[in-house]
C-alpha cells in the first residue's frame, strides 16, 4: 500500500524507533505513549484490521503475539503485567488501517 503510514514506516520511508524486525513483522515505538512502554508490533503485510485477517494470516497473527512477550520480556514489564491490544474500526479508536499490536506497560492500567 503506497501511502499507508505503517507500510511507509516498513519501507523505512517515514522515520521510526524500530525495536525488532523479521521477515514477518517490524515493531517499533509508539509516538504518542500510552505508557512507559508502548510498542506497536504489526505485519510486513498490509492487513487493514482484524477483521480482514484470513486464515492463511494465522501464523503471522500468531508471530506477532510472540513477537510482543519477546518485546515485554525485553523491555520489562513482562513480570510485572502489560497489555496487548488491537484496535478494530472507528468506536474503538482505531486511526491506523495497518493491522498493530499495541503493547502497553510499565504502569498500572486501568479498564478498558
Ligand atoms: P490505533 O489508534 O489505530 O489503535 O493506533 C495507532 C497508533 O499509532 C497510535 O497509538 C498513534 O500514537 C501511533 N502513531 C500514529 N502515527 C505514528 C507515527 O508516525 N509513528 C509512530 N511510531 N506511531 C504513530
Ligand atoms: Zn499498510
Not at 520511508?13 to 504518542?32: M, N
Not at 512477550?69 to 513482562?78: D, K, P, T, W
Not at 510485572?80 to 504502569?107: D, M, P, S, W
Request: aromatic letters at 8%; proline letters at 6%.
Amino acid at each position: 500500500m503506497q501511502s499507508c503510514l505503517f507500510c511507509r514506516i516498513i519501507r523505512g520511508e517515514v522515520p521510526s524507533e524500530t525495536v525488532y524486525q523479521d521477515d514477518l513483522a517490524v515493531a517499533f515505538k509508539d509516538i504518542r505513549p500510552q505508557a512507559p512502554v508502548h510498542l506497536l508490533v504489526v505485519p510486513r503485510k498490509h492487513v487493514p484490521t482484524l477483521n480482514d485477517v484470513k486464515p492463511e494470516d494465522n501464523a503471522t497473527l500468531a508471530h506477532l503475539f510472540q513477537v510482543a512477550r519477546q518485546l515485554a520480556e525485553q523491555f520489562g514489564v513482562h513480570q510485572k503485567g502489560y497489555r496487548t491490544i488491537f484496535n478494530v474500526n472507528a468506536e474503538a479508536g482505531q486511526t491506523v488501517y495497518h493491522l498493530h499490536l499495541h503493547v502497553i506497560g510499565g504502569r498500572r492500567l486501568s479498564w478498558p
